[in-house]
C-alpha cells in the first residue's frame, strides 16, 4: 500500500518542517497524556444509545461531555440542572464510545507524527479492546422501531461513523509498520467481519426494501465498508461497492442535486454526507483508486460540494443553519475542519478559509488558527499556512435553482441575503419556504435556527413556520411544498430575486421580492387569498438581538388579558406579545446593534388596519432557553402588502402610491421610486 505508506510519511513531515504542525502534535500529546492521569480511556462495556437524547429537558441545551470522566451517572446541562435515567447515560456512553474512537485515531496520528511508542501502544489497545468488545454488544434492544439497529449503538448509523474513526486508526498503525499479534489480529478480523456483514445488510434495506438508496444512511455504510476493504487491502470489493446501486458514485448522482447541495436542503447533512465521501476516496486511494475527481451522472462531484459551501458561508465563515443541522457545536466544527481542511488539500478551493478559521474557533482556537486532530491529519503543507492570516475573497450573487436557494451579494453594500424557496426537505426539512437570512459582514442578523437535538420536546417549534422569517396564515403552518424562482438578475448596479409559492396554503399565493442595491435591500412581501373568509396574515422575523425605536412600546406579557398570547401549535407554548410600534405617518423606524458601532437600521411601512408587533420567542437552537425577541406584522383580510427596508446609516423614509403601486425610498438625501409591476416585478424607475 505505497499510497497508505504516504499518508504517516505526510503528517511526519508536516511536523518537522511546519511550526503549526509541530505545536499541533505537541498539544494532541499533552492532551492524551493528560487523558491517560484521569482513567478515563477505558471502553465501557455497555453499548451507547441515542446521542440526541443528551438534551436537557427543562433549558433544551445539549447537556457537558468531560471527557476525563471515565464513567457518568448523572449529567449536567450548561445552567446547573443535573438529570439522571437511561436515556441519558446510553446517550453519554455514545460520547464516550466517540471520543475513545477519537482517541485511538489521534494517538496513531501522534505516533506517526512524534514516534513516540507509548501512543501507537495507546491506539493499539484501544482498538483490540474494542474488537474484542463488539461480538459481545447485541444487536441493540432499545433502539427505537424506525432505526436501523447496531451493535454498540442503538444506531446502525452512528456505528458506521465510529466504525470509520477506529478503522481509520488501525490502518494508520498498520501503514507505519505497528504489529498486531495473531491474538489482535484474530478479534480485529472478527470485528471487521461481523462490521461487514451488518453495513452490507442494513444497505440492502435501505437500497432493495425500502427504495431509499439516496439516504444519507447510505454514503456513511458505503464509507464503513470502504473502510473494511481498505484494512483488509481487498481492493476488487471496494472497487465494486464504487461501482454498485446505491454505491459511491450512484449514491453522488441521487444524494447531491446537479447544483452540488445535498438533496435534503440541509446544510449540516451536506457537510454529512461529504465528510462520508471523503473518508471513502481515502480508503480507494489507500486501493490505488482515484475518486477525487469523480462526478455523478449530472455533474455532481466533491469539488461542487465544497464550492457550494464556499459560497453559502457568511462573511465571517459561519455556514447558514438550513433546515434540520445544530447552528454551533463542537462535534460539527471539528467535521467541518475536517472536510474544508480536505477541501484546500485536494482542490484548493480558497473559499473555504473562513469556513475553516471559524471552524478552528469554535474548536477553541482564539484566532482560528489550525489546532486538534483534523488540523494533524488534514492540514494542507501548501495552500494555506494559517486560515487566521487569509483574507475573505469578495464574492457575488449566488442562484441554487435545483436546490432552491439564492444568495445576494453587492460589493458596496455590507448587508446580504439568502432566501430558501426550495424543496421541503423531507425528515430534515422544515416548512419555511421563502424564508429570509439576512447578513451583516459583522453577524448574521436573522439566520435560520437549525434545530436541538431530536430528543428534545422543542424540537416541532423549530420546523415550524412561524420559527422562521417569513408568513404564516392563522398561526398554522405551511404544507410540505415546493416554491419557485420567477426572476432572478444580478447587475452591476443590483440584484434582484423574485420567490414564489402557491401551495403553501390552500388558495394562497405568496410572492417574496428583494431588491439589494449598494445602499438598502429592500424586501416586499405580497399575499394574496382567494378563501372565503379573511385569516390573520402574518409576516415574522427573528432578529438575534431586539429591535431599538421610539416608536416601540412596550407591554408586561404577565398581563395576557389585556396583550394576548399568540397560539401557534397544540403541543407548543404560546408567544405573548411584548411590544407594539406606533406607526408615525406611514413608516417605522428602528436598529439593531450588532456590536459597537455596527448598527442595521430597518425601516418598515405599516399600511392602514396592519399592526406590527415584538413578540418573545424561544430562543436559537444553541440555547432555547434565552427568549429572544421576534417580529410579527400582520392583518387581517385577503391581501397583504408587507414592505420593509434594510441600510447601514442613518434612517430612510416612504412615500407610497397606492394607485400606482409605486414606493419611493428617500435615505441619505437621495429619493428612488420603485415600481411593483405584476408582469416584471420589482423595477427601479
Same mark, same amino acid.
Request: with cysteine; hydrophobic share 40%; net charge negative.
Given at each position: 500500500?505505497?499510497?497508505?505508506?504516504?499518508?504517516?510519511?505526510?503528517?511526519?513531515?508536516?511536523?518537522?518542517?511546519?511550526?503549526?504542525?509541530?505545536?499541533?502534535?505537541?498539544?494532541?500529546?499533552?492532551?492524551?497524556?493528560?487523558?491517560?492521569?484521569?482513567?478515563?480511556?477505558?471502553?465501557?462495556?455497555?453499548?451507547?444509545?441515542?446521542?440526541?437524547?443528551?438534551?436537557?429537558?427543562?433549558?433544551?441545551?445539549?447537556?457537558?461531555?468531560?471527557?476525563?470522566?471515565?464513567?457518568?451517572?448523572?449529567?449536567?446541562?450548561?445552567?446547573?440542572?443535573?438529570?439522571?435515567?437511561?436515556?441519558?447515560?446510553?446517550?453519554?456512553?455514545?460520547?464516550?464510545?466517540?471520543?475513545?474512537?477519537?482517541?485511538?485515531?489521534?494517538?496513531?496520528?501522534?505516533?506517526?507524527?512524534?514516534?513516540?511508542?507509548?501512543?501507537?501502544?495507546?491506539?493499539?489497545?484501544?482498538?483490540?479492546?474494542?474488537?474484542?468488545?463488539?461480538?459481545?454488544?447485541?444487536?441493540?434492544?432499545?433502539?427505537?422501531?424506525?432505526?436501523?439497529?447496531?451493535?454498540?449503538?442503538?444506531?446502525?448509523?452512528?456505528?458506521?461513523?465510529?466504525?470509520?474513526?477506529?478503522?481509520?486508526?488501525?490502518?494508520?498503525?498498520?501503514?507505519?509498520?505497528?504489529?498486531?499479534?495473531?491474538?489482535?489480529?484474530?478479534?480485529?478480523?472478527?470485528?471487521?467481519?461481523?462490521?461487514?456483514?451488518?453495513?452490507?445488510?442494513?444497505?440492502?434495506?435501505?437500497?432493495?426494501?425500502?427504495?431509499?438508496?439516496?439516504?444519507?444512511?447510505?454514503?456513511?455504510?458505503?464509507?464503513?465498508?470502504?473502510?473494511?476493504?481498505?484494512?483488509?487491502?481487498?481492493?476488487?470489493?471496494?472497487?465494486?461497492?464504487?461501482?454498485?446501486?446505491?454505491?459511491?458514485?450512484?449514491?453522488?448522482?441521487?444524494?447531491?442535486?446537479?447544483?452540488?447541495?445535498?438533496?435534503?436542503?440541509?446544510?449540516?447533512?451536506?457537510?454529512?454526507?461529504?465528510?462520508?465521501?471523503?473518508?471513502?476516496?481515502?480508503?480507494?486511494?489507500?486501493?490505488?483508486?482515484?475518486?477525487?475527481?469523480?462526478?455523478?451522472?449530472?455533474?455532481?462531484?466533491?469539488?461542487?460540494? /465544497?464550492?457550494?459551501?464556499?459560497?453559502?458561508?457568511?462573511?465571517?465563515?459561519?455556514?447558514?443553519?438550513?433546515?434540520?443541522?445544530? /447552528?454551533?457545536? %463542537?462535534?460539527?466544527?471539528?467535521?467541518?475542519?475536517?472536510?474544508?481542511?480536505?477541501?484546500?488539500?485536494?482542490?484548493?478551493?480558497?473559499?473555504?478559509?473562513?469556513?475553516?478559521?471559524?471552524?478552528?474557533?469554535? /474548536?477553541?482556537?482564539?484566532?482560528?488558527?489550525?489546532?486538534?486532530?483534523?488540523?494533524?491529519?488534514?492540514?494542507?503543507?501548501?495552500?494555506?499556512?494559517?486560515?487566521?492570516?487569509?483574507?475573505?475573497?469578495?464574492?457575488?450573487?449566488?442562484?441554487?435553482?435545483?436546490?432552491?436557494?439564492?444568495?445576494?451579494?453587492?460589493?458596496?453594500?455590507?448587508?446580504?441575503?439568502?432566501?430558501?424557496?426550495?424543496?421541503?426537505?423531507?425528515?430534515?426539512?422544515?416548512?419555511?419556504?421563502?424564508?429570509?437570512?439576512?447578513?451583516?459582514?459583522?453577524?448574521?442578523?436573522?439566520?435560520?435556527?437549525?434545530?436541538?437535538?431530536?430528543?428534545?420536546?422543542?424540537?416541532?417549534?423549530?420546523?415550524?413556520?412561524?420559527?422562521?422569517?417569513?408568513?404564516?396564515?392563522?398561526?398554522?403552518?405551511?404544507?410540505?411544498?415546493?416554491?419557485?424562482?420567477?426572476?432572478?438578475?444580478?447587475?452591476?448596479?443590483?440584484?434582484?430575486?423574485?420567490?414564489?409559492?402557491?401551495?403553501?396554503?390552500?388558495?394562497?399565493?405568496?410572492?417574496?421580492?428583494?431588491?439589494?442595491?449598494?445602499?438598502?435591500?429592500?424586501?416586499?412581501?405580497?399575499?394574496?387569498?382567494?378563501?372565503?373568509?379573511?385569516?390573520?396574515?402574518?409576516?415574522?422575523?427573528?432578529?438575534?438581538?431586539?429591535?431599538?425605536?421610539?416608536?416601540?412600546?412596550?407591554?408586561?406579557?404577565?398581563?395576557?388579558?389585556?396583550?394576548?398570547?399568540?397560539?401557534?401549535?397544540?403541543?407548543?407554548?404560546?408567544?405573548?406579545?411584548?411590544?407594539?410600534?406606533?406607526?408615525?405617518?406611514?413608516?417605522?423606524?428602528?436598529?439593531?446593534?450588532?456590536?459597537?458601532?455596527?448598527?442595521?437600521?430597518?425601516?418598515?411601512?405599516?399600511?392602514?388596519?396592519?399592526?406590527?408587533?415584538?413578540?418573545?420567542?424561544?430562543?436559537?437552537?444553541?440555547?432555547?432557553?434565552?427568549?429572544?425577541?421576534?417580529?410579527?406584522?400582520?392583518?387581517?383580510?385577503?391581501?397583504?402588502?408587507?414592505?420593509? %427596508?434594510?441600510?447601514?446609516?442613518?434612517?430612510?423614509?416612504?412615500?407610497?402610491?397606492?394607485?400606482?403601486?409605486?414606493?419611493?425610498?428617500?435615505?441619505?438625501?437621495?429619493?428612488?421610486?420603485?415600481?411593483?409591476?405584476?408582469?416584471?416585478?420589482?423595477?427601479?424607475?
Amino acid at each position: 500500500m505505497s499510497d497508505a505508506v504516504r499518508v504517516g510519511e505526510t503528517i511526519r513531515a508536516k511536523v518537522q518542517r511546519l511550526a503549526w504542525a509541530s505545536e499541533v502534535a505537541n498539544s494532541l500529546k499533552e492532551e492524551m497524556d493528560g487523558l491517560l492521569a484521569s482513567g478515563s480511556l477505558i471502553i465501557p462495556l455497555e453499548p451507547g444509545g441515542w446521542w440526541h437524547q443528551y438534551v436537557c429537558p427543562q433549558h433544551h441545551t445539549e447537556l457537558l461531555f468531560d471527557p476525563s470522566v471515565a464513567d457518568a451517572t448523572q449529567f449536567h446541562c450548561p445552567h446547573g440542572c443535573v438529570v439522571r435515567g437511561a436515556e441519558y447515560r446510553g446517550a453519554w456512553l455514545v460520547y464516550k464510545h466517540q471520543q475513545l474512537a477519537r482517541i485511538a485515531l489521534g494517538a496513531a496520528g501522534v505516533y506517526a507524527a512524534l514516534r513516540d511508542d507509548a501512543y501507537a501502544a495507546l491506539s493499539k489497545r484501544l482498538i483490540v479492546d474494542y474488537a474484542a468488545q463488539f461480538p459481545v454488544y447485541p444487536v441493540h434492544p432499545e433502539a427505537q422501531p424506525w432505526m436501523l439497529k447496531g451493535r454498540a449503538f442503538h444506531q446502525a448509523l452512528t456505528e458506521s461513523i465510529w466504525s470509520t474513526t477506529l478503522i481509520r486508526a488501525y490502518v494508520l498503525l498498520v501503514d507505519e509498520g505497528v504489529v498486531f499479534s495473531s491474538d489482535e489480529q484474530q478479534k480485529v478480523d472478527v470485528f471487521l467481519h461481523l462490521l461487514e456483514e451488518s453495513m452490507r445488510a442494513y444497505r440492502g434495506i435501505l437500497i432493495h426494501e425500502r427504495n431509499n438508496a439516496e439516504n444519507n444512511y447510505t454514503a456513511w455504510l458505503n464509507a464503513s465498508l470502504a473502510c473494511v476493504y481498505a484494512a483488509r487491502r481487498e481492493r476488487h470489493e471496494l472497487e465494486a461497492l464504487v461501482e454498485a446501486e446505491g454505491g459511491f458514485c450512484h449514491h453522488l448522482s441521487i444524494g447531491v442535486k446537479p447544483d452540488q447541495l445535498e438533496f435534503e436542503g440541509s446544510t449540516y447533512y451536506h457537510v454529512f454526507v461529504l465528510r462520508a465521501y471523503l473518508i471513502f476516496a481515502e480508503m480507494a486511494k489507500r486501493c490505488g483508486k482515484d475518486l477525487y475527481a469523480s462526478e455523478g451522472s449530472l455533474g455532481q462531484s466533491m469539488r461542487g460540494m /465544497m464550492e457550494a459551501l464556499a459560497e453559502l458561508a457568511d462573511d465571517h465563515g459561519v455556514l447558514p443553519a438550513l433546515h434540520d443541522g445544530p /447552528m454551533e457545536r %463542537l462535534p460539527y466544527a471539528r467535521e467541518i475542519a475536517e472536510v474544508a481542511e480536505q477541501g484546500l488539500s485536494h482542490y484548493a478551493v480558497e473559499g473555504l478559509v473562513p469556513i475553516l478559521r471559524e471552524a478552528y474557533r469554535q /474548536m477553541g482556537s482564539a484566532d482560528g488558527s489550525r489546532s486538534g486532530l483534523e488540523a494533524l491529519l488534514y492540514g494542507s503543507t501548501t495552500a494555506i499556512t494559517n486560515p487566521s492570516n487569509v483574507p475573505a475573497e469578495p464574492r457575488g450573487s449566488k442562484l441554487w435553482p435545483a436546490s432552491g436557494f439564492v444568495i445576494g451579494r453587492h460589493a458596496s453594500n455590507p448587508l446580504s441575503f439568502l432566501v430558501d424557496f426550495g424543496e421541503h426537505g423531507g425528515a430534515h426539512g422544515h416548512l419555511d419556504k421563502l424564508h429570509l437570512t439576512l447578513m451583516h459582514k459583522d453577524r448574521t442578523l436573522s439566520p435560520d435556527f437549525g434545530v436541538v437535538p431530536y430528543g428534545s420536546t422543542l424540537r416541532p417549534w423549530f420546523g415550524e413556520t412561524t420559527s422562521h422569517n417569513t408568513v404564516s396564515l392563522g398561526g398554522k403552518s405551511q404544507a410540505e411544498h415546493t416554491g419557485r424562482c420567477v426572476r432572478f438578475e444580478q447587475t452591476e448596479a443590483s440584484t434582484y430575486a423574485w420567490l414564489q409559492s402557491d401551495a403553501a396554503y390552500e388558495g394562497g399565493l405568496l410572492n417574496r421580492h428583494l431588491l439589494l442595491t449598494s445602499d438598502w435591500l429592500l424586501d416586499w412581501f405580497e399575499v394574496t387569498l382567494t378563501n372565503e373568509e379573511d385569516l390573520s396574515i402574518e409576516w415574522w422575523m427573528h432578529p438575534v438581538v431586539a429591535p431599538q425605536s421610539k416608536q416601540l412600546t412596550e407591554r408586561s406579557f404577565a398581563d395576557t388579558l389585556q396583550y394576548p398570547l399568540i397560539s401557534i401549535h397544540e403541543n407548543l407554548v404560546d408567544l405573548p406579545i411584548v411590544g407594539r410600534f406606533a406607526p408615525e405617518a406611514l413608516h417605522v423606524s428602528m436598529e439593531y446593534r450588532l456590536k459597537e458601532g455596527s448598527e442595521i437600521s430597518q425601516t418598515a411601512m405599516v399600511l392602514p388596519n396592519q399592526e406590527l408587533l415584538t413578540v418573545q420567542t424561544t430562543g436559537h437552537s444553541i440555547d432555547p432557553s434565552i427568549p429572544l425577541t421576534a417580529l410579527l406584522h400582520r392583518q387581517m383580510g385577503k391581501r397583504a402588502k408587507f414592505i420593509h %427596508l434594510y441600510h447601514v446609516g442613518t434612517g430612510a423614509m416612504f412615500e407610497y402610491d397606492p394607485a400606482e403601486d409605486r414606493l419611493g425610498i428617500t435615505f441619505e438625501g437621495r429619493t428612488t421610486s420603485v415600481h411593483m409591476s405584476p408582469e416584471q416585478g420589482l423595477l427601479m424607475v
